[in-house]
């Protein structure tokens, strides 16, 4: 069973990793870490080492407590697996990700008309 910790940090790697584009491989060849390390962490098997930590946040671009604490980011990516309907999810929020501030602003109206669509 994975434990809390475990489980932030697997959930955080995944996503920011995802966000970037990059594959577990392609960070593990920037980061020198091995890819079945990589993996067994964004798997929870294992956590990694601030070592590590740094190397991996510094390569993603952000905070190494971007990749230990638990936010918003964790609980999201907790549910999405290989279902389609997660996929799709996914891929949303990461094209989101990259939006200007305005950009984001005009889906969200967006989705609030759809859903006025349906009332």
């Known amino acids: 069973m994975i434990n809390k910790k475990r489980e932030v940090f697997s959930n955080n790697l995944r996503y920011y990793r995802t966000i970037k584009g990059m ?13 079945t390390t990589l993996r067994d962490y964004e798997r929870g098997i294992c956590y990694a080492k601030i070592d590590k930590i740094k190397i991996l946040a510094e390569k993603l671009g952000i905070s190494p407590l971007m990749l230990t604490e638990e936010h918003d980011v964790s609980k999201i990516m907790g549910i999405v697996d290989s279902s389609e309907d997660n996929k799709i999810m996914l891929d949303i929020m990461t ?25």
Do not use: C, P
């Open 95 to 119: 094209r989101l990700s990259k939006l200007s501030l305005e950009g984001k602003k005009y889906i969200l109206n967006t989705i609030d008309m759809v859903d006025n669509l349906k009332q």
């Open 23 to 35: 594959t577990t491989k392609e960070l593990g060849k920037v980061s020198g870490i091995a890819y």
